[in-house]
């Protein structure tokens, strides 16, 4: 089967390579699953779980992506809960190769059923951008209704889920970004908008829960807004300065099937819209991956047609 491959940490996204690459097997609790649209996270070929196993072992050369959306071919031993033939997406596992191939063998859990009128390609874009939304806004921000909320990234794939999911709450939401984002991010339910370049962050006042997807500098100018008690949370590393009175609290995102299965039915409903930034076929990763490609949302990979 065909995959995108890397094998030279120092080579960064020009060593990412189309491959021809054995069958994946699925292991007890596990499904293969044939890749129909795939997701990444540009900056996932700097974590170690992209070079090497849960035991510290080199695994190269291996399959970026973590991000999937397909159809289940087989079952490992002890495999229950979904079937062959079966429409899933989720998240494939950290230290193990990901979506970015035709195969890819996941464990059972890290995946719910796709509803049959959602897209793979619109299905791609929700598991880590829709799990991270939810799980900083809710289950480490305790966002509560008419709680003043800034985020920023406000039109990327984690972004503009959370401005959505924080506007049918009924937060106060400030959105960040670049100009050209103002209007997606107003467009998806943000109340106000600074450009980070050409506006005065400080002029944002106090606000109860800062949520970003940033980080360096935008972040650490961030901490003095946070009110006492609010809350600062971050997805892009430890922060380095807290809130004089209030929480700082950097996350990695977990799978959960119900959550997905939730976020799926407010696709379907329409109350939940991932921005697709761009669709590219499998050969083009490379490209999509370049740190200087910059769109807004998420670009998604097609990896199969039909489904």
């Known amino acids: 089967m065909q995959a995108i491959t890397v094998g030279d940490r120092a080579a960064g996204a020009a060593g990412l390579t189309l491959s021809d690459i054995p ?7 596990d499904v293969v699953v044939r890749v129909h649209a795939a997701g990444f996270t540009p900056g996932e070929l700097d974590w170690p779980g992209t070079w090497t196993d849960r035991a510290g072992r080199d695994r190269t050369p291996s399959v970026p992506g973590h991000e999937l959306s397909g159809v289940v071919t087989e079952l490992g031993y002890g495999t229950t809960g979904l079937t062959v033939g079966q429409r899933v997406f989720g998240i494939a596992d950290w230290t193990r190769d990901g979506s970015l191939a035709e195969y890819t063998a996941v ?15 619109v299905a791609a874009a929700v598991p880590i951008s829709g799990l991270t939304a939810w799980q900083g806004l809710f289950d480490h921000a ?12 406000a039109a990327g794939g984690v972004g503009s889920i959370a401005v959505q999911l924080a506007h049918e709450l009924g937060a106060h939401v400030i959105g960040t970004g670049r100009a050209a984002d103002r209007e997606a991010a107003l467009g998806l339910g943000a109340d106000a908008f600074v450009d980070l370049r050409a506006d005065r962050l400080e002029e944002v006042g106090e606000v109860d829960v800062v949520f970003d997807a940033i980080g360096g500098e935008v972040l650490e100018r961030s901490a003095p807004l946070v009110r006492a008690g609010g809350t600062l949370v971050t997805i892009v590393g430890p922060p380095k300065v807290w809130p004089a009175d209030g929480r700082a609290i950097f996350f990695l995102v977990e799978p959960d099937r119900f959550r997905l299965a939730d976020l799926a039915e407010r696709v379907r409903s329409g109350r939940l819209k991932p921005i697709i930034g761009a669709v590219q076929p499998l050969a083009e990763v490379p490209s999509a991956f370049a740190p200087d490609r910059r769109v807004p949302g998420k670009i998604i990979i097609r990896v199969t047609e039909g489904g």
């Open 23 to 29: 069958h994946p097997h699925g292991a007890e609790n």
């Open 107 to 121: 464990e059972a859990r890290n995946l719910a059923p796709l509803p049959a009128d959602i897209d793979h390609t």
């Open 142 to 153: 305790e966002l509560k209704t008419g709680q003043t909320l800034l985020i920023h990234g």
